[in-house]
């Protein structure tokens, strides 16, 4: 399913597995299965079973306290383009844990 929003997809495919550390229920290792869809800035985008629910919800709680118009920049990765978190949401040397890549 494509959610129209990604405060959508959200509150139908994160908020009730929000006891776990990553989307796909894991502790580590890599994972490029998709785990959800989402439309945002005008193109559909994919969210990997790697991501930590914790990067989607200071993406998420920025939304929702309004701290931020848009809590995602979008900026080139290898093959396409992925979205990562505006700076005043990036946590200093962290890793960046979220996932989200452009939908070819």
């Keep these: 399913m494509i959610h ?3 405060v959508a997809w959200v509150k ?3 908020i009730p597995k929000s006891g776990q550390l990553r989307l796909d229920g894991l502790t580590s290792g890599e994972n490029r299965n998709l785990f959800g869809q989402f439309r945002h ?3 559909r985008w994919e969210v990997h079973g790697d991501t930590r629910i914790e990067k989607v919800m200071v993406a998420y709680n920025a939304i929702a ?3 931020v118009r848009d809590p995602f920049v979008p900026e080139p990765a290898t ?3 992925c979205l990562n978190l505006v ?3 990036l946590e200093p ?3 960046k844990h979220l996932y ?3 939908s070819k």
Excluded: A, D, V
Aim: hydrophobic share 20%; glycine share 4%.
């Design 4 to 6: 129209p929003s990604f």
């Design 12 to 14: 139908t495919e994160i």
């Design 41 to 43: 800035q005008g193109k």
């Design 65 to 67: 306290s309004k701290s």
């Design 79 to 81: 093959t396409r383009l």
């Design 87 to 89: 700076k005043p949401l």
């Design 93 to 95: 040397r962290s890793p």
């Design 100 to 102: 989200i890549y452009e």
